[in-house]
Nanobody, 124 residues
Framework: VQLQASGGGLVRPGDSLRLSCVVSGFPVNENAIGWFRQAPGKEREGVAC????????FYDSSLKDRFTISRDIAKNTVYLQMDSLKPEDTAVYYC??????????????????WGQGTLVTVSS
C-alpha cells in the first residue's frame, strides 16, 4: 500500500492549489481517504475526508467554504482543491487511508496508512 501526495508549493494569499493523493494497493473506494495538515509546532489536524462506499465528503467546519475533496476512481486518486488560500493554511499536507466502510473521521491515530506529505506555503 502506498499513498503519494503531491501538488504543494509556494503561493500567494488568494491563490488556489490542487493536491493529489495517488493510491496504490487498494481501490480508493474501499477505504476512507482523508487529508490532514500539520503546521510547525502544531498537531496534525483533519481537513477533509471522503468515505469509501458512498463517497460522502466531510470537512473541518472552518475550511468547508474554501476546500473541496474529490476522487477519481479510474485514476485511483483523491484530490484536495484549495481556494482563497491564506497564510494560516501553510502546513505540510498529508493524505491517509482509514480502513472503514462507512463514513470517515478526523482522528489521525485511526488512520492505517499515510502518504509522505506535501508542503504548502502561502506567503506574499
Amino acid at each position: 500500500v502506498q499513498l503519494q501526495a503531491s501538488g504543494g508549493g509556494l503561493v500567494r494569499p488568494g491563490d488556489s492549489l490542487r493536491l493529489s493523493c495517488v493510491v496504490s494497493g487498494f481501490p480508493v473506494n474501499e477505504n476512507a481517504i482523508g487529508w490532514f495538515r500539520q503546521a510547525p509546532g502544531k498537531e496534525r489536524e483533519g481537513v477533509a475526508c471522503i468515505s469509501s462506499s458512498d463517497g460522502l465528503t466531510f470537512y473541518d467546519s472552518s475550511l468547508k467554504d474554501r476546500f473541496t475533496i474529490s476522487r477519481d476512481i479510474a485514476k485511483n486518486t483523491v484530490y484536495l482543491q484549495m481556494d482563497s488560500l491564506k497564510p494560516e493554511d501553510t502546513a505540510v499536507y498529508y493524505c491517509g487511508a482509514e480502513k472503514i466502510t462507512h463514513g470517515c473521521f478526523f482522528i489521525a491515530n485511526a488512520y492505517d496508512y499515510w502518504g509522505q506529505g506535501t508542503l504548502v506555503t502561502v506567503s506574499s
